[in-house]
T-cell receptor
Framework: NAGVMQNPRHLVRRRGQEARLRCSPM?????VYWYRQLPEEGLKFMVY????????ESGMPKERFSAEFPKEGPSILRIQQVVRGDSAAYFC????????????FGQGTRLTVV | QQQVKQSPQSLIVQKGGISIINCAYE??????FPWYQQFPGKGPALLIA?????SEKKEGRFTISFNKSAKQFSLHIMDSQPGDSATYFC???????????FGTGTQLKVEL
């Protein structure tokens, strides 16, 4: 049973370009969470999705950021018109359900904006 | 109200010693308190978790102590080993969910 798969592992984008980060949850997991980790900081919650639904996007910046988790395929975190401040590690986690259940994290995508 | 404060920022412990990391929270509605371990280049992995109806939980060399009245919880690593060298994060959430509020992390180094 493969773990949570994130790709790419490293992504370099120039200012103004778009970044697409993919997350394939563990088999049987229908809940996905995205977190951002800035250098020397803890992880910050961004968004919580179930298949085809955004459950909680209270941590998402109001502009340029969007997320989806379609019926088929991976969850996508999309950052439009990237700026240097978007440089960070982006982690996704998945769980089989909500509530008191462990979420498993992927290895992250390290985004560098140049 | 949603913060979780973690200390120390870094910690050096001799092999065989006890590592202690502390966290404090503000939101009394939090009801799930996990600890995560993260190695460089990897994602966080759940180490141990506690709910506020118990004051202590032990799993192997790892123990969480929880003080509800003080709104504090701590991780104790007994007989610390070089392989325990990692960054440790405390976290908290509502309803046991995985919308987690993380502390800022503690870099632990266990020396021989």
């Amino acid at each position: 049973n493969a773990g949570v798969m994130q790709n790419p592992r490293h992504l370099v984008r120039r200012r103004g370009q778009e970044a697409r980060l993919r997350c394939s949850p563990m088999k049987g997991h229908s809940h996905v969470y995205w977190y951002r980790q800035l250098p020397e900081e803890g992880l910050k919650f961004m968004v919580y999705l179930q298949k085809e639904n955004i459950i909680d996007e209270s941590g998402m910046p109001k502009e340029r950021f969007s997320a989806e988790f379609p019926k088929e395929g991976p969850s996508i975190l999309r950052i439009q018109q990237v700026v240097r401040g978007d440089s960070a590690a982006y982690f996704c986690a998945s769980s089989p359900r909500g509530g008191f259940t462990e979420a498993f994290f992927g290895q992250g995508t390290r985004l560098t904006v140049v | 109200q949603q913060q979780v404060k973690q200390s120390p920022q870094s910690l050096i412990v001799q092999k065989g010693g006890i590592s202690i990391i502390n966290c404090a929270y503000e939101n009394t509605a939090f009801d799930y308190f996990p600890w995560y371990q993260q190695f460089p280049g990897k994602g966080p992995a759940l180490l141990i978790a506690i709910r506020p109806d118990v004051s202590e939980k032990k799993e192997g060399r790892f123990t969480i102590s929880f003080n509800k009245s003080a709104k504090q919880f701590s991780l104790h690593i007994m007989d610390s080993q070089p392989g325990d060298s990692a960054t440790y994060f405390c976290a908290a959430s509502l309803g046991g969910g995985n919308k987690l509020t993380f502390g800022t992390g503690t870099q632990l180094k266990v020396e021989l």
